[in-house]
């Protein structure tokens, strides 16, 4: 009987050290996630783009469809080509879901102004893959069909 409730005792300990280290790893992914829409929304092109893995996997309607490998001089490209058709692009974070111990899935709405003062408004989801404190996956969804 004491045997038993020794093994009880170290299988609960166990429990909840994994608990206490999964969710440790999800706070991190959270502010890691905190960070990027900062960068983002201060135009900080080059730290963003720091926050992912030297060559990263993007899923995004923009890039057109499967999975695309960028660099870290592919981002920031991208995102100041982006930058030059909206200077004023923000993020607004809606909520974010913790998703096991790597994802952490984002609904936004992205907002900014055309050079033709036209205004656009777009929700965004997107599903942020974490390793290592680092970004290796962004799969964005989002409705890219333009009438």
């Known amino acids: 009987m004491r045997t038993l409730f020794i093994i009880l005792i170290l299988a609960f300990t ?35 783009a720091e926050m992912y893995l030297e060559t990263a996997e993007f899923k995004d309607p923009s890039l057109g469809e499967g999975i695309v490998k960028m660099t870290t001089a592919e981002i920031v490209a991208k995102y100041s080509e982006l930058n030059g058709i909206f200077s004023d692009i923000q993020d607004n974070v809606i909520q974010t879901y913790a ?47 333009e009438e």
């Open 99 to 145: 998703s096991g111990e790597k994802n952490i899935i984002v609904e936004f709405v992205s907002r900014g102004t055309a050079p033709d003062n036209s205004k656009f408004e777009l929700p965004i989801c997107t599903i942020f893959t974490i390793e290592n404190g680092k970004i290796i996956k962004d799969f964005s969804y989002f409705d890219n069909f």
């Open 14 to 48: 166990t429990s909840c050290t994994e608990r206490n280290n999964f969710s440790k790893q999800q706070d991190q992914n959270q502010k890691i996630v905190e960070q990027y829409f900062e960068y983002f929304n201060n135009h900080n092109w080059q730290k963003m």
